[in-house]
Antibody, heavy 122, light 107 residues
Framework: EVQLLESGGGLVQPGGSLRLSCTGS????????MSWVRQAPGKGLEWVAG????????YYADSVRGRFIVSRDNSRQTSYLQMNSLRAEDTAIYYC???????????????WGQGTLVTVST | DIQVTQSPSTLSASVGDTVTITCRAS??????LAWYQHKPGKAPQLLIY???SLHNGVPSRFSGSGSGTEFSLTITSLQPADFATYYC?????????FGQGTKLQVK
């Protein structure tokens, strides 16, 4: 059974940093690209970032480009989202998700974690 | 970036009804569109990928259609478990983008 477990969320002050982790199990982690998606309170889903299976290609939403960095350590079956210069509008539940297909550049996300809450506030 | 416009934002229906949600992309995306179901406190669930392919384990009362810029999700014979929020997502180009969501509520 595929499982994705996010961790690292919490309360941080504006301008601060936080690193989220997403550890996968039940599948060959290094075969699949990964994404991060967030949902702010009362809002819809927003795709945040994606990373190719080997980690060489990364992609970002305009709203986070230059502030967030997505990475992965396949030996630890973990993807990371380093979030810097955090703003109140970054407050959200952050989900990691696995690509449905392997060996592709683009894919829908077929397995998701339960999410971790990030709150940016004084 | 490709924008995705989803409608309606809210839909009221009863158990047994058939409903349709539409999604329009700001540029041609071929068949690279997915539909997700999301319930409060839960992880989103993939329903449809590549516009019309049913994800494993998803009931056949869910179906998707469309290509290019116009897409739709149809749910026939609504069940109580289907009342949730639905999102379309284009994955033709990065950054991927979601529609605004459609909340399907009990009439």
């Amino acid at each position: 059974e595929v499982q994705l477990l996010e961790s690292g969320g919490g309360l941080v002050q504006p301008g601060g940093s936080l690193r989220l982790s997403c550890t996968g199990s039940g599948f060959f982690f290094n075969y699949y690209g990964m994404s991060w998606v967030r949902q702010a309170p009362g809002k819809g889903l927003e795709w945040v970032a994606g990373i190719s299976r080997g980690g060489s290609d990364t992609y970002y939403a305009d709203s986070v480009r230059g502030r967030f960095i997505v990475s992965r350590d396949n030996s630890r079956q973990t993807s990371y989202l380093q979030m810097n210069s955090l703003r109140a509008e970054d407050t959200a539940i952050y989900y990691c998700a696995k690509d449905r297909a392997t060996n592709v550049i683009v894919a829908a996300a077929d397995d998701w974690g339960q999410g971790t809450l990030v709150t940016v506030s004084t | 970036d490709i924008q995705v416009t989803q409608s309606p934002s809210t839909l009221s229906a009863s158990v047994g009804d058939t409903v349709t949600i539409t999604c329009r992309a700001s540029a041609k995306i071929g068949f690279w569109l997915a539909w997700y179901q999301h319930k409060p406190g839960k992880a989103p669930q993939l329903l449809i990928y590549q516009a019309s392919s049913l994800h494993n384990g998803v009931p056949s009362r869910f179906s998707g259609s469309g290509s290019g810029t116009e897409f739709s999700l149809t749910i026939t014979s609504l069940q109580p478990a289907d009342f949730a929020t639905y999102y379309c997502q284009q994955y033709h180009d990065f950054p991927y983008t979601f529609g605004q969501g459609t909340k399907l509520q009990v009439k």
